[in-house]
């Protein structure tokens, strides 16, 4: 069987974007520490789903 195991949304302010899908049901798995260029990630996750969705963060997107 064939399933999606993420899906990665880019975006400009990754702790209002945490904060936005959280008011939307989505929970914090994990949080990547900012790497050298200044990317980061975010991993969020609904309750009885294994599926995440991953927020990505780039100084370059803005």
């Known amino acids: ?3 999606f195991l993420h ?3 880019r975006v400009a302010d ?5 904060g936005f899908y ?3 049901g989505y929970r914090l798995n ?3 520490d900012k790497s050298p260029a200044g ?3 975010a991993f969020l996750e609904l309750e009885g789903n ?3 969705m991953e927020l990505c963060y780039s ?3 803005q």
């Open 39 to 41: 990317n980061q990630l």
């Open 50 to 52: 294994d599926h995440f």
């Open 30 to 32: 994990r949080r990547t």
């Open 22 to 24: 959280e008011k939307l």
């Open 59 to 61: 100084p370059e997107f």
């Open 7 to 9: 899906t990665r949304i």
């Open 1 to 3: 069987m064939i399933k």
């Open 14 to 18: 990754l702790d209002r974007s945490i």
